[in-house]
């Protein structure tokens, strides 16, 4: 299937612009007096173009009922995207970090490859654009590196999802279980909605706990976690399994 690039006529995005201004060639946003903003122009989003490519993504979308064994995590060996390989080899590993005998996937040197780093966001947004998500919930921290590009890419909010005692306004919170004890996860209240469809998204999971805690504490105020989405799985230590019926999408499996 053959993609366009963001702003082309056959685009609904673009069939709805206010503007009947042609963008120039370097356009990246539309302004909301009519004009257009480039790709060096101060206080912008972030810049993310979509590449042409071919590709057949299956449905990413699911109610709470189907499994996820049903659902489409990452792509198989025969049509997987080449842009995938090489966000994979942007990932450094780090052994014995923090403590002996962790592998640690240092995402670091993947936001230092401007291109690999681009293309992350470019395969995320694809994947979700479209399908009625109004809320990206990024899990502390990382997950606020690339929920707030993605947000802003499929015109939804960015909730940051925070360890306790860091936001400053009213709070609901929820505690998950850890190794050793536990801990919570916060949200503001008020910052989401009943029947608001929402995308749960952090750099890595692991065990899944502290996805869990995030499904919970949006679904508690009636909100419909639409998928999970990560970077990195590490699938040894079966965090998929702890979703349940959620599904969950990830670029790079760990091995």
């Given at each position: ?87 994979s080899s942007a990932i450094r590993v780090i052994p014995n970090f923090p403590k002996p005998g962790i592998m640690f996937q240092d995402i670091t040197t993947l936001l230092l490859d401007t291109k ?140």
């Amino acid at each position: 299937m053959q993609r366009a690039l963001i702003f082309s006529s056959s685009n609904p995005i673009y069939s709805q612009l206010s503007t009947t201004i042609a963008p120039p060639d370097s356009a990246v946003f539309p302004k909301r007096d009519g004009g257009w903003i480039g790709p060096f122009s101060s206080n912008q989003p972030p810049v993310f173009r979509l590449r042409n490519y071919k590709r057949t993504l299956l449905p990413p979308l699911c109610s709470a009922s189907d499994s996820v064994a049903n659902q489409p995590t990452m792509a198989s060996q025969d049509e997987q995207d080449p842009r995938i390989s090489k966000i994979s080899s942007a990932i450094r590993v780090i052994p014995n970090f923090p403590k002996p005998g962790i592998m640690f996937q240092d995402i670091t040197t993947l936001l230092l490859d401007t291109k690999a780093f681009r293309d992350t966001i470019d395969l995320f947004v694809e994947r979700y654009r479209g399908k009625d998500i109004s809320v990206v919930a990024g899990i502390e921290a990382r997950g606020f590196i690339f929920g707030p590009p993605i947000a802003l890419a499929i015109g939804a909010k960015f909730v940051p999802m925070r360890k306790p005692n860091k936001l400053p306004g009213e709070v609901i919170s929820e505690e998950y279980s850890l190794e050793y004890g536990t801990d919570k996860m916060e949200m503001h209240v008020g910052a989401v909605q009943a029947g608001e469809r929402a995308l749960v998204i952090d750099d890595l999971i692991a065990t899944g706990g502290t996805l869990c805690a995030a499904i919970r504490l949006l679904e508690r105020v009636g909100v419909h976690v639409v998928e999970c989405a990560c970077v990195i799985e590490l699938p040894e230590l079966k965090g998929r399994d702890r979703l349940g019926d959620k599904p969950l999408f990830v670029l790079v499996s760990s091995t």
